[in-house]
Each structure stands twice: as C-alpha cells, then as structure tokens.
C-alpha cells in the first residue's frame, strides 16, 4: 500500500478531508518562515480534535522541523502527541538519534551518496525525497528529477510538485514507500478539502489498477 502524506495542515476541515479521504499521516509545521506554520498550542488542539473524531482510524501525527535545537523537538513532540518527527534541514544523525520519536529525515538528491542508500545511515526510521530549491526547506511546489530518484524511492516518501494530476505518473516511475504532498492541494496557499481528496482517490485508483 501507498503511503500517503498530506503536510502543512492548518485546519480541521483540512485534517477531517484527509483522514476521510484515507490519508496515513498528516503534517505539521514548525518552521516559523513557513506560511504554514502553526504554534505548538494550535496543533495540540487540531491533534486532540482530530483524534476525537478518529480515535479508531490509524494515521499518525507529524511535526515538521529545520534546524532546530533537538530539545526543542522534543519538548514540542511530547507536548502536541506527535507520532514522528520529520526533520527537513541539514539535521545530522548523530542529531536524528537524539529524537525520542521516529524520525522521517528529510533529503535533496544532491545529499544522497552514491550507491545503496537506508534510512538508518541517516539516523532515521524512514526518508523523505524532496525538491531542492535555494531559500526554501520545502512545500515549494517544484518537481525535482524523478528519474535521478528511482533508485532510492522503495523505501522512502516523495515529496515536491506531486498534484491530483500527476500523482499516478510519480507513483508509476518511482514505486515509492509512500508520496507527500502539501502545495498540489492548494488553492491561493490554503489546502482545498475536494484538492486533497482527488489526490487521495487518484492514489487508491492507482493501486488498484497496479495491485
């Protein structure tokens, strides 16, 4: 099964389409610059309410962080109940071990070596494949080299220009662990619930053409 991702939730109504919609994890930002920042006592409330209304339904919480003191990544984890931490700055793992939750460590294709690559090389339970652009740590919207990314898309999410409409081309070529998409479901920078539940249908249908 896909995996799927939706980052950068805000609202209920966002979180209520996703997880209705099937989503596996929701994410949420940390990152201050981030036009989808959200406080720590925003998203414990938004997680509380979410898991109110889906107690019995599995998907997970993550926050979303760059480059900040991994105290602080903790202190925030604990205090939201978040189930993973996805780390999506320069993060080293010798600093990926100090997270008390599973990390999703996120990487541009310039920072992967050659040759086999795992998550635990990077001190993390699982990758993030993302676009590389300079002054922005992610959600900008950009497709990266699909291509380049195949030989380490099995086990990890991918990130970066993924929408409704070329979601299935992605998931053909790349046969990722999971996709992640926050700006391919937006209108005017807010997520659109029916935006985010064609993608999640677009991904189900794939699967079902694929199984």
């Known amino acids: 099964m896909?995996?799927?991702?939706?980052?950068?939730?805000?609202?209920?109504?966002?979180?209520?389409a996703a997880l209705a919609a099937g989503a596996d994890f929701l994410?949420?930002?940390?990152?201050?610059?981030?036009?989808?920042?959200?406080?720590?006592?925003?998203?414990?409330?938004?997680?509380?309410?979410?898991?109110a209304?889906?107690?019995?339904?599995?998907?997970?919480?993550?926050?979303?962080?760059?480059n900040e003191p991994v105290a602080v990544v903790n202190e925030i984890a604990d205090y939201c109940g978040l189930d993973y931490v996805q780390l999506h700055g320069t993060e080293p793992p010798a600093y990926c071990l100090q997270v008390r939750r599973p990390v999703i460590?996120?990487?541009?294709?310039?920072?992967?070596?050659?040759?086999?690559?795992?998550?635990?090389?990077?001190?993390?339970?699982?990758?993030?494949?993302?676009?590389q652009v300079p002054g922005y740590?992610?959600?900008?919207?950009?497709?990266?080299?699909?291509?380049?990314?195949?030989?380490?898309?099995?086990?990890?999410?991918?990130?970066?220009?993924?929408?409704p409409d070329n979601v299935g081309e992605a998931l053909t070529l790349l046969r990722p662990w999971g996709v992640d998409v926050s700006s391919g479901v937006e209108r005017g920078g807010v997520k659109d619930p029916a935006l985010i539940e064609a993608f999640l249908v677009n991904v189900r249908r794939w699967e079902q053409v694929n199984a």
């Open 2 to 16: 896909v995996r799927v991702k939706i980052c950068g939730v805000r609202r209920f109504v966002e979180g209520e």
């Open 53 to 66: 209304r889906w107690p019995d339904q599995h998907w997970a919480a993550v926050g979303v962080f760059v």
């Open 105 to 131: 460590k996120a990487l541009r294709l310039a920072e992967l070596p050659g040759g086999p690559v795992s998550a635990a090389q990077f001190g993390a339970a699982r990758l993030l494949l993302d676009s």
């Open 137 to 163: 740590w992610g959600g900008t919207g950009v497709r990266f080299d699909w291509e380049a990314a195949r030989p380490y898309a099995a086990e990890a999410l991918v990130a970066g220009g993924l929408t």
């Open 27 to 51: 994410g949420f930002v940390f990152y201050r610059p981030s036009p989808r920042y959200l406080a720590p006592e925003a998203v414990r409330e938004l997680v509380a309410a979410l898991r």
